[in-house]
């Protein structure tokens, strides 16, 4: 089973800064997702990313997948209180059974 | 709206108390999953399921069983709980035959064991 690091494991900011979160692993992705855990729900998808150095934008959230597909990471301009909530990069494994391995997460909270 | 939806938000059962935990999907998905969550930890896989009566253990399958009768419904059944198994359970369900598909999940079920 493939190791997901994430860091950093906490965020705390105040509303409107920039926040960066990542995703390393010491093996090769064959892709990434990336999910978002509010309180009392379960997660939700945010983005696929599939090819190395790929950059996809969600508003004002930037992700970045590394060139040799072994990182990535997730960028959120002026947060807002809405962005608050844990974090998950996932490893789809290259099957076709939806088997995910996931990182420990990073909560992030937003203060107003 | 597509949905998973876990029978029971919170409960509170006894050491060594037979423990089942439910879940349907309205989505017509092949693929079932069982993870746990647990602080610090991230979710991990108990178990899965790609079609109905089949299972396949994930990384922390022990002390748990699955049932699989119906292609919309996925149970998780603890023998003989334990504390260590006080944790928030959460069912997924996916498409089979995509890759990169996306997993969608049900608002989880805590379980505190006393």
């Known amino acids: 089973t493939q190791l997901l690091e994430q860091s950093p494991q906490f965020l705390s900011i105040q509303e409107g800064e920039n926040l960066t979160v990542y995703c390393n692993s010491s093996s090769v992705f064959s892709s990434l997702q990336w999910y978002r855990q509010e309180p009392g729900e379960g997660p939700v998808l945010l983005v696929t990313?599939?090819?190395?150095?790929e950059v996809k934008k969600l508003k004002r959230l930037t992700f970045q997948f590394g060139d040799a597909r072994k990182d990535s990471s997730l960028h959120i301009t002026a947060a807002q209180p809405g962005d608050t909530g844990l974090y998950l990069c996932?490893?789809?494994?290259?099957?076709?059974?939806?088997?995910?391995?996931f990182g420990q997460g990073t909560i992030l909270t937003v203060h107003p | 709206d597509v949905k998973v939806t876990q029978s029971s938000r919170y409960l509170v059962k006894r050491t060594g108390e037979k423990v089942f935990l439910e879940c349907v999907q309205d989505?017509?998905?092949?693929?079932m999953f069982w993870y746990r969550q647990d602080p610090g930890l991230g979710l991990r896989l108990i178990y899965f399921s790609y079609d109905v009566k089949m299972k396949e253990k994930g990384d922390i399958p022990e002390g748990y069983s699955v049932s699989r009768e119906k292609k919309e419904r996925f149970s998780l059944i603890l023998e003989s709980a334990s504390t260590n198994q006080t944790s928030m359970y959460l069912c997924?369900?996916?498409?089979?035959?995509?890759?990169?598909?996306?997993?969608?999940f049900g608002e989880g079920s805590r379980l505190t064991v006393l």
């Open positions: 990313v599939v090819t190395g150095g």
């Open positions: 997924a369900s996916s498409l089979q035959g995509v890759i990169t598909g996306e997993l969608f």
């Open positions: 989505m017509d998905h092949e693929n």
């Open positions: 996932a490893d789809p494994g290259g099957t076709s059974y939806g088997k995910l391995t």
